[in-house]
C-alpha cells in the first residue's frame, strides 16, 4: 500500500512540477524586457512611432524570390497597421500551378507612393498558397448510387476531370487515390505588431530576431514593422481541390494587429507544427493541433493548456486504478457484465470508426490501446481462458457461483427493457442515415451507423449498472478510485466542450454522462458501504468473529 501510495505521489508530484515549468516557460515567451532607457545607445525604436503612411501589397509568383515573374493580386491604398479588415480577391492560377503546381504569395509592407521593389524600407514574407494532400475519397448514394456533390462547380469539375485523363495524373490512366494532388489556401492571414516597443539589443528575443529589420536612422537604432503570416489559420476544411479547370480561385485575405507576445507564442506554436510535419506529419494531423489555436482568445488557450494538463493527470491515474482493479478481480457481484461487453464493443466501434474517417495518429493510436484494453476486461468479466491445441485456440468460459448468477439476473432483465427501446432507434437511425446521407462504401455507412448509435445511445448500457445497484443495495464492489477520476474527467470535458470545436453529438455526449455519474453519486450516499459485505477483490473488511457460541447446521 505504501508503495502504491508513494508512486501516485511521485506522479502527482512531477505533475505539479510540470505545470510549474510550463508556466514560467509560458511566461517568458509572452513577456518581454523592454529597454530601460529610452535615449540609450542599446535601444531600438520603432519605424512606426513616426506615424509613416504606408502600404500593402500582396503578389503572386511560382517561385519564392520571383525570379519567374509576379503579379500584383491586391494593394492596400492606405495601410493602417491598427485597422482590421478582411478583403476577398480572385487569383490566377498559371497553368503550371494547374498542372500539380505550386503558387507563392509575397506579401509586402512598404512606404506610400513609391513601389516595394524600389522602397529599401520595405518589409516582406512568402507564404505558400499551395499545398499537397490526398483528396478525399468520393461519397455517393449507396441506394441510388449517385455521387454526392457539394455544389454545381464541383460537379462540373469532376466531370470535366474524369473525361481529361491527363489532368488526372497520366496520359490515359486516372490517378490514384493516394496520390497526393495540389490543393488551394482559401485563406491568407497577416498580421502587424502594433505596440510601439522599445527593444534592448542586449536582451533580443531569439524568435522575433529572424522578422526583425534594423536600419540606422542618424544615432538611433530603428527597427522596420514586424509582418507575420499566420499559418496556423490555414485549415483542412478550407483547402480547395486543384485541377486544370481552376483557371480562377477566391482568395481571402485578413488583417489584425497583433500583440508582440501574442506574436511570440504564434511563433512558437507556428514553429511546433513545422517540427511535427517534418517528422513525418501529414497536413491534416498538423490541422487537429491547429484547431485549437484558432479563433481562441488567449485566455482560453492557457485555461485549455491548464486543463488538458489536469484531464492527463486524471487519465493517467484512472486507467491505473482501472488496470489496479481488473487485476485483482475474481468475482463478478455486482458487476454487469453487459455494460463491460457493451464498453468493449463501444470502444471497438469508435476505433474503427477514426481509421475509417482518417483520424490523426494522436487520437487513433490511444483508441486503439484503449480497445485492447476492454478486451481484456472482456476476458477477465466473463473468466475466458484461452488454450492453444494444434495451434488453434480453445475458449473455456469459467462457471458463475449462486450471487454471480444472481448479479447476472438483473442485469439480464436491465438490459430485456433497456432493448424495447435501443434497438429501434438504432435500427431507425441506421435506415434514415441509408436514405439521405451518402457515404464512402457500404462498410462506412455501417461503421457510421454504429459510432452514432454509440454517441447517441451509448449512456443507456451505464443503465442496466444504476439497475443491479439498485437491486442489491449496495455499490461496493465497483471500482470507486477509477471512477471518481473518471468523474473529474467527465466535468472537464464539460469545460473543454465549450472552448474546442467538436461534433455536435460528441458535444451532447460529454454533458449526458454527467447525469450518470450524479446518478452514481447518489447511489453512493444512499448505500452506505457495508463492511461486512463481501468487496470487489472477493474479502470482506471487517475480520471480527461474530459473537456469542457457533451452533451446528
Known amino acids: 500500500m505504501f508503495l502504491k501510495a508513494s508512486f501516485t505521489s511521485l506522479i502527482v508530484g512531477v505533475f505539479v512540477v510540470y505545470v510549474l515549468h510550463t508556466c514560467w516557460v509560458m511566461f517568458g515567451i509572452v ?197 507575420f503570416v499566420d499559418e496556423l489559420s490555414n485549415r483542412v476544411k478550407d483547402l480547395e481541390e486543384i485541377n486544370s479547370t481552376s483557371k480562377e480561385l477566391p482568395l481571402t485575405i485578413s488583417y489584425d494587429s497583433i500583440s508582440l507576445g501574442r506574436l511570440r507564442f504564434w511563433i512558437h506554436m507556428q514553429d511546433a507544427v513545422f517540427s511535427l510535419q517534418q517528422f513525418g506529419f501529414t497536413e491534416k494531423d498538423a490541422d487537429e493541433i491547429k484547431g485549437i489555436f484558432v479563433d481562441t482568445n488567449l485566455y482560453f488557450l492557457a485555461l485549455t493548456f491548464l486543463v488538458a494538463a489536469f484531464h492527463l493527470l486524471f487519465d493517467f491515474l484512472a486507467f491505473k486504478n482501472d488496470i489496479s482493479f481488473w487485476k485483482q478481480k475474481k468475482s463478478m457481484v455486482g458487476m454487469s457484465s453487459k455494460a463491460v461487453l457493451w464498453r468493449c464493443f463501444s470502444t471497438i466501434v469508435v476505433f474503427l470508426y477514426l481509421f475509417d474517417q482518417q483520424t490523426s495518429l494522436l487520437v487513433l493510436i490511444p483508441a486503439g490501446v484503449g480497445s485492447i484494453i476492454e478486451v481484456w476486461k472482456v476476458k477477465k468479466a466473463l473468466k475466458i481462458q484461452v488454450s492453444w491445441k494444434g495451434g488453434k485456440p480453445t475458449f473455456q468460459f469459467g462457471k458463475l457461483d449462486e450471487s454471480e448468477r444472481r448479479t447476472e439476473e438483473y442485469d439480464t432483465l436491465a438490459m430485456k427493457y433497456l432493448s424495447y427501446l435501443l434497438y429501434p432507434l438504432c435500427i431507425g437511425g441506421a435506415v434514415y442515415a441509408l436514405i439521405f446521407q451518402r457515404y464512402k462504401s457500404w462498410y462506412s455507412w455501417l461503421i457510421n451507423s454504429l459510432v452514432n448509435g454509440v454517441y447517441a445511445f451509448g449512456f443507456l448500457f451505464m443503465l442496466p449498472q444504476l439497475f443491479v445497484n439498485y437491486k442489491l443495495k449496495s455499490v461496493a464492489h465497483l471500482p470507486w478510485k477509477a471512477f471518481m477520476y473518471k468523474a473529474f474527467n467527465t466535468f472537464i470535458d464539460d469545460v473543454f466542450a465549450f472552448i474546442i470545436t467538436m461534433p455536435t453529438s460528441h458535444r451532447l455526449a460529454c454533458f449526458r454522462d454527467d447525469v450518470v455519474f450524479l446518478i452514481y453519486l447518489y447511489q453512493r450516499w444512499l448505500y452506505p458501504v457495508d463492511k461486512t459485505r463481501i468487496n470487489e477483490y472477493g474479502v470482506s473488511y471487517d475480520k471480527k468473529k461474530p459473537k456469542g457460541k457457533p451452533h451446528k447446521d
Open 31 to 227: 513577456y518581454t524586457k523592454p529597454c530601460d532607457s529610452p535615449e540609450g545607445v542599446n535601444c531600438i525604436a520603432p519605424f512606426l512611432a513616426g506615424h509613416p503612411k504606408l502600404q500593402l501589397s500582396i503578389y503572386t509568383a511560382l517561385r519564392p524570390g520571383a525570379e519567374g515573374g509576379y503579379t500584383l493580386i491586391h494593394r492596400e491604398e492606405t495601410f493602417d497597421v491598427n485597422s482590421k479588415f478582411e478583403r476577398i480577391v480572385n487569383v490566377s492560377l498559371p497553368k503550371k500551378t494547374r498542372n500539380n503546381g505550386t503558387l507563392y504569395a509575397l506579401v509586402f509592407v512598404h512606404q506610400a507612393g513609391v513601389t516595394p521593389w524600389q522602397d529599401p524600407q520595405q518589409v516582406h514574407l512568402v507564404a505558400q498558397l499551395t499545398t499537397y494532400m490526398v483528396p478525399k475519397p468520393a461519397e455517393i448514394s449507396l441506394i441510388s448510387r449517385e455521387d454526392q456533390i457539394q455544389g454545381e462547380k464541383e460537379e462540373a469539375q469532376q466531370k470535366k476531370r474524369v473525361g481529361n485523363p491527363a489532368a488526372a495524373g497520366g496520359a490515359g490512366t486516372a490517378s490514384t487515390a493516394d496520390d497526393p494532388v495540389s490543393h488551394w489556401r482559401t485563406r491568407l492571414t497577416l498580421n502587424v505588431v502594433a505596440d510601439h516597443f522599445l527593444f534592448d539589443k542586449e536582451n533580443l528575443p531569439s524568435d522575433v530576431h529572424r522578422y526583425l529589420r534594423v536600419f540606422k536612422n542618424g544615432k538611433k537604432m530603428v527597427y522596420l514593422p514586424l509582418l
